[in-house]
């Protein structure tokens, strides 16, 4: 049976993070407890191309027209931390639109909702671990957490991997935001390297003439600790 | 070995029904699988208010004791109407349910028990319980997990039968703070 290896420290937010206001009352208070990893730990869902319908991984048609915005392909490769791939799991995105707003009754920012924008995808990785989307940049947009408070513009990502432990949900940011030094979600993660691999980098060779811009995003799930067999050096 | 460092986690935030609520996600099993069960809960704060931004996933074996994956080393089963996985948004007074099958034994060790996952708007990773039968107090007691708690945290793992739903609720923060792990 495998096990998977801890995450560096520093590598996720502290759920108790007090400059991310909503943390207050819903971080744990106690220490947690250890969870071996046994069979249900080690197995679980294995979602992939079965539930992707197609257009799913095309965000910018919705409702019988095109969205407005600066049209993306993001693309990138699941792999683990010991770089293999992940193969064939499933990916969930959701996002705001162009001008910063998400199709939700709760957000009731004063930009406009695009009619043609849901903003929500699904994609499945390839058997190498490598998927693709299309979709439209999203905006930033103010929310209450502190005065002039604004998000980084960023796309949300989830995604199961092939194990329980596996799981994981995060934000793909763009580079050079400026809006970085005053994100408290954003700077959550202590580990400056951890900050970096959050930020898409810029794709000249996936940009397509006259169509989008390409944003490449690497994500990197949890690894299996290594057998003494597999860490002997290859001969072959 | 080159070690990647991993992905960091963020929060789902306050829009997470855009993009990660099933129509399906509640039904564990399909709702005509003879035997079925319901699992049901409120999510709260460390104020005692509910939590109507949550997402709980809920990952379990068939009532065979096994899992549709291949590291389970008697084979990747599939058990008729049932996928082992659900997931379910809390409503706006904080309520979730699921309809499932009890699981079977894992191994000789472990209690039936389901793994539970916690996402939510003020959560910057998810948080990990898990929930036991109130049927199976022997198991319990000899749970090599359970064991490791005290016995008023065991005693909150422990769903409550009331008139044949299994209830349990999720206390992120405070007096009744539901015991979390790391896996």
């Known amino acids: 049976m495998p096990t998977y290896r801890p995450d560096r420290p520093g590598t996720h937010p502290d759920y108790d993070s007090p400059a991310y206001r909503s943390t207050a009352l819903r971080h744990p208070t106690k220490p947690l407890h250890l969870l071996p990893q046994r069979l249900t730990e080690v197995t679980g869902p294995l979602f992939g191309a079965d539930r992707v319908q197609p257009g799913d991984d095309d965000l910018t048609h919705w409702a019988g027209g095109e969205a407005v915005g600066q049209r993306i392909i993001v693309h990138g490769r699941v792999m683990d931390s010991g770089g293999r791939p992940v193969p064939d799991t499933l990916l969930e995105v959701w996002q705001a639109n162009a001008g910063g707003r998400y199709r939700h009754p709760v957000d009731q920012w004063a930009a406009p909702l695009d009619p043609h924008f849901a903003g929500h995808g699904r994609t499945a990785a390839d058997s190498d671990g490598h998927y693709r989307f299309t979709t439209i940049k999203p905006g930033a947009y103010p929310w209450k957490n502190h005065a002039n408070a604004w998000r980084p513009a960023h796309i949300h990502f989830s995604l199961f991997g092939q194990a329980f432990t596996q799981r994981l949900v995060t934000q793909m940011y763009f580079p050079d935001d400026p809006l970085f030094f005053q994100d408290p979600i954003f700077n959550s993660v202590p580990d400056e390297r951890g900050r970096a691999r959050m930020v898409s980098a810029y794709d000249h060779d996936v940009t397509t003439d006259h169509w989008a811009l390409g944003f490449r995003f690497d994500i990197v799930l949890r690894g299996r600790e290594q057998t003494p067999f597999e860490s002997e050096p290859d001969d072959d | ?183």
């Open chain 2, 1 to 183: 070995m080159t070690e990647f460092g991993a992905t960091p986690s963020q929060t789902v935030g306050p829009f997470l029904s855009i993009g990660l609520v099933w129509a399906d996600g509640a039904q564990v099993a399909a709702a005509d699988t003879m035997g079925g069960i319901e699992i049901a809960g409120q999510v709260f704060d460390g104020a005692g208010e509910v939590v109507p931004d949550a997402l709980i996933e809920i990952w379990q074996a068939d009532p065979d004791g096994r899992f549709p994956h291949p590291d389970d080393p008697r084979g990747a089963v599939t058990y008729p109407g049932f996928r082992s996985f659900g997931r379910c948004a809390t409503d706006a007074t904080g309520h979730f349910s699921f309809h499932t099958l009890k699981p079977g034994r894992v191994d000789d060790e472990q209690a039936p028990h389901v793994d539970v996952t916690v996402l939510a708007r003020g959560l910057l990773k998810h948080l990990v319980t898990r929930l036991y039968f109130p049927d199976e107090t022997a198991a319990n007691v000899a749970d090599p997990v359970l064991a490791t708690l005290a016995e008023d945290e065991r005693a909150r793992l422990v769903a409550v039968d009331i008139d044949g739903t299994l209830h349990f609720d999720i206390h992120l923060q405070g007096e009744r703070e539901t015991p979390f792990f790391t896996v």
